[in-house]
């Protein structure tokens, strides 16, 4: 059982950034390619970043890149996702999820198919 706690969301005018923080417990992380997705509301849950098992290999979403960066710290169990250039179309709930994966180097996960998930953290962008 892995359990995942955001955090770092809020509310923020655009064009400033946000750090979101997920903290991991439970089995070992580095079993677990990391990512995040959001949720706007009346839309689906979309992907925005993944993160292999060990940091070397990242993917985003067309809409994030060149604005966000996710990355992981193994040795505290914790993912990150910052969040800069933020946009009104940004805003939503943001979640992390970990993925058991057997590849060290694997960041394809771009679909909600991850084993766990946090509860989310809001992040509003005001135009």
């Known amino acids: 059982q892995v359990r995942l706690v955001e955090s770092g969301g809020g509310f923020v005018q655009a064009g400033r950034s946000l750090r979101l923080s997920c903290a991991s417990s439970?089995?070992?992380?580095?079993?677990?390619?990391m990512g995040w997705f959001r949720q706007a509301p009346g839309k689906e849950r979309e992907f925005v970043a993944a993160?292999?098992?060990?940091?070397?290999?990242?993917r985003y979403a067309h809409s994030v890149e060149g604005r966000f960066t996710i990355s992981r710290d193994n040795a505290n169990s914790a993912a990150y996702l910052q969040m800069s250039n933020l946009e009104p179309e940004d805003t939503a709930i943001y979640y992390c999820?970990?993925?058991?994966?057997?590849?060290?180097?694997?960041?394809?996960?771009?679909?909600?198919?991850?084993?766990?998930w946090g509860q989310g953290t809001q992040v509003t962008v005001s135009s």
């Open positions: 993160i292999s098992r060990n940091g070397g290999a990242t």
């Open positions: 999820s970990a993925k058991a994966s057997a590849y060290t180097d694997a960041a394809f996960y771009t679909t909600p198919s991850y084993d766990y």
């Open positions: 439970g089995r070992s992380f580095t079993d677990y390619a």
